[in-house]
């Protein structure tokens, strides 16, 4: 089965992608929304949080473009000082205020010049992903590939991964233990009842009473 790469027109369809595929990307994500306004300039792509209820901001492109870093940065901006009216608005998602928004940019590639000013980026929680949507059969998924992470999310997929690896020794016992006990037993050979001899009763001697 041969695997073609579907090129993405624009980014409004890039983010109807991300919405349906998040956990590919990360998780635990929960989508709260897409190009939701936070100011007059200032929409966000994908709003997200995850697990632990902190803000995710989606920045997508679909081609290279060093802007979406300094656009994403201002967004977090924006979206740290109204976080509060954020989580009283969508009360019915699980949002944390306690924590400051975290970044993922996705586009097709990521110049050099963006790679290394993200890495000397510090206080703020970036993950840049590589993608790219692809067709195989009949089937259509959006290829995820990581360029940079943060330590936290680095530290995550390794936990992941370990979960993964380990196998539950006890749940194996136990089947096989059923396992055991749902086998008929073997046959024994059945041994020829042999007959008891019967016990010759002894009896006492009759003594003669005619003497010579």
């Known amino acids: 089965m041969s695997i073609e790469e579907i090129s993405v027109k624009n980014e409004k369809e890039l983010e109807d992608i991300v919405a349906k595929e998040t956990e590919s990307i990360e998780k635990g994500l929960t989508i709260i929304g897409n190009q939701i ?3 007059a300039h200032t929409r966000l792509d994908v709003l997200c949080h995850d697990e632990n209820g902190q803000l995710v901001i989606f920045k997508l492109s679909t081609n290279e473009d060093d802007m979406m870093l300094f656009e994403g940065l201002k967004a977090l901006n924006h979206l740290d000082t109204t976080k509060h009216m954020l989580k009283f608005y969508y009360q019915n998602f699980k949002i944390s205020d306690k ?7 996705l586009a097709p590639t990521f110049s050099k010049n ?10 703020i929680r970036i993950d840049l992903y590589e993608w790219e ?19 936290v999310t680095e530290e995550k997929l390794k936990s992941t991964r370990k979960e993964r690896k380990v196998k539950p020794p006890v749940k194996a016992e136990k089947q096989q233990a059923q396992e055991v006990t749902m086998e008929p037993p073997e046959p024994k050979p059945i041994s ?7 016990e010759k009763e002894e009896r006492p001697k009759k ?3 005619l003497r010579f």
Do not use: C, M, V, W
């Not at 924590?99 to 940019?105: K, M, S």
């Not at 949507?133 to 330590?151: E, H, Q, V």
């Not at 020829?192 to 019967?198: D, G, L, V």
């Open 207 to 209: 003594k003669s009473l």
């Open 114 to 123: 963006l790679l290394t000013i993200t890495k000397h980026i510090s206080g």
């Open 192 to 198: 020829p009842i042999q007959p008891k001899e019967e």
């Open 133 to 151: 949507y692809l067709k195989f059969g009949d089937n259509k998924a959006l290829r995820i590939k990581p360029i940079s992470l943060s330590k």
């Open 37 to 39: 306004p936070i100011n």
């Open 99 to 105: 924590e400051p928004p975290r970044l993922i940019l």
